[in-house]
């Protein structure tokens, strides 16, 4: 089973969709604010280490975010439907 690789904008996208700032996702990841900002400030592929990026994605996966890979549109993400309670 391959990783889904995940871009420095679809991760902004998420963040958006989750009405989160940097600080939210240090915090929900365990990734320090710094290194989230450091990671945004490029374009490409998440970088750093794999553990790093493997936080970021489960974090934004976690709070609801779907990545949605290429498939001829181009890669995004979606927020998964809250349960009907």
Known sequence: MSILKVSIRQVKAARA????????????????????????AS????????????????????????FVPENGEGAGVRLRKKAAV
């Open 43 to 66: 374009d490409g592929d998440l970088g750093g280490r794999a553990e790093t990026a493997e936080a970021i994605r489960t974090a934004l996966e976690d709070a609801g975010i779907i």
């Open 17 to 40: 969709l989750l009405d989160w700032s940097q600080g939210d996702l240090a915090q929900a990841s365990g990734i320090s604010e710094p290194t989230i900002k450091r990671l945004e």
